[in-house]
């Protein structure tokens, strides 16, 4: 059997788990508070200011308010370091024709860990204080975050596939500030 069918056979073998009240409680509480005064219903799922925003999932950034933009305005997409993987042109491309993106910012982030360690130190920081072997990922640390973010940004804008009318442009958000530097690339 091969290796993915061998994995597809034991996934679905997995019996499924209710879903977890009491570690989800405090969620599901201020859910049902932010329902009460919910005010979205008339958004698209369009961006309104047609931007999208590539950023870390760094909890200290909130996207929408350091452009001084609201639920509605913006696509947002995060994952560690803010990169520009396959998934994020994947998701870009289609943002740019089907979602109203004009605009592309790219902002990574002072202070962040992907910035702040090489890829083999974090894979043996995991293996040795939680006994995983992550090698078979690639976290896409950085050493140069301005050269990396240069990089990315040159990736999306020589995307073949996105709509050749969007803009691209690239800024590191100061977490101590919330001031963003732009970033010629």
Same mark, same amino acid.
């Given at each position: 059997?091969?290796?993915?069918?061998?994995?597809?056979?034991?996934?679905?073998?997995?019996?499924?788990?209710?879903?977890?009240?009491?570690?989800?409680?405090?969620?599901?509480?201020?859910?049902?508070?932010?329902?009460?005064?919910?005010?979205?219903?008339?958004?698209?799922?369009?961006?309104?200011?047609?931007?999208?925003?590539?950023?870390?999932?760094?909890?200290?950034?909130?996207?929408?308010?350091?452009?001084?933009? *609201?639920?509605? !305005?913006?696509?947002? @997409?995060?994952?560690?370091?803010?990169?520009?993987?396959?998934?994020? #042109?994947? &998701?870009? %491309?289609?943002?740019?024709?089907?979602?109203?993106?004009?605009?592309?910012?790219?902002?990574?982030?002072?202070?962040?860990?992907?910035?702040?360690?090489?890829?083999?130190?974090?894979?043996?920081?995991?293996?040795?204080? *939680?006994?995983? !072997?992550?090698?078979? @990922?690639?976290?896409?640390?950085?050493?140069?975050?301005?050269?990396? #973010?240069? &990089?990315? %940004?040159?990736?999306?804008?020589?995307?073949?596939?996105?709509?050749?009318?969007?803009?691209?442009?690239?800024?590191?958000?100061?977490?101590?500030?919330?001031?963003?530097?732009?970033?010629?690339?």
């Amino acid at each position: 059997m091969s290796k993915p069918a061998l994995f597809a056979s034991v996934f679905y073998m997995v019996e499924p788990r209710q879903f977890n009240q009491e570690v989800f409680k405090d969620l599901i509480e201020n859910n049902n508070k932010y329902v009460e005064n919910f005010q979205h219903e008339d958004l698209t799922g369009t961006a309104k200011e047609g931007l999208a925003i590539v950023t870390c999932m760094d909890s200290r950034i909130s996207p929408l308010a350091a452009v001084g933009m *609201h639920a509605g !305005d913006v696509k947002i @997409l995060r994952n560690a370091g803010a990169r520009v993987t396959d998934d994020v #042109l994947r &998701t870009l %491309v289609l943002a740019s024709y089907l979602l109203g993106v004009k605009r592309i910012l790219i902002m990574p982030h002072t202070d962040c860990r992907m910035a702040n360690g090489d890829e083999a130190a974090i894979h043996e920081k995991i293996r040795k204080e *939680h006994g995983v !072997d992550t090698r078979s @990922l690639e976290f896409r640390t950085v050493s140069d975050q301005k050269s990396a #973010l240069i &990089t990315d %940004v040159i990736r999306v804008r020589s995307y073949p596939l996105l709509n050749n009318e969007v803009v691209v442009g690239g800024a590191i958000y100061n977490v101590a500030t919330g001031k963003l530097e732009p970033i010629d690339a």
